[in-house]
Nanobody, 122 residues
Framework: QVQLVESGGGLVQAGGSLRLSCAAS????????MGWFRQAPGKEREFVAS????????YYADSVKGRVTISRDNAKNTVYLQMNSLKPEDTAVYYC???????????????WGQGTQVTVSS
């Protein structure tokens, strides 16, 4: 498995921006599809974005499309989530996940980070 550590969360006003990072260690980073998920209080964890092994393919939830960009640097073993035009409804704990396949991303066999809190004030 790969170990994941998120950073970059914080408190930001609506309309602001944040860049989350997820540093990976352990097995070869480029072997993994990477993704970001989030969980708001009282809600289930939901998909935010994912990126292919090389970074050529990216996918987004409709709720964040156009405001969020996922990217990865395989030389630095890091995946990023650039979030712009943040809204109060983006408030959640954001988790990084890794999987061998897109199909498996987010399931119980995925590797998960500990999460980073993002709070957007109105």
């Amino acid at each position: 498995q790969v170990q994941l550590v998120e950073s970059g969360g914080g408190l930001v006003q609506a309309g602001g921006s944040l860049r989350l990072s997820c540093a990976a260690s352990g097995r070869r980073f480029s072997n993994y599809v990477m993704g970001w998920f989030r969980q708001a209080p009282g809600k289930e964890r939901e998909f935010v974005a994912s990126i292919s092994w090389s970074g050529a393919g990216t996918y987004y939830a409709d709720s964040v499309k156009g405001r969020v960009t996922i990217s990865r640097d395989n030389a630095k073993n890091t995946v990023y989530l650039q979030m712009n035009s943040l809204k109060p409804e983006d408030t959640a704990v954001y988790y990084c996940a890794a999987s061998d396949t897109f199909r498996g991303l987010g399931d119980t066999k995925s590797s998960w980070g500990q999460g980073t809190q993002v709070t957007v004030s109105s």
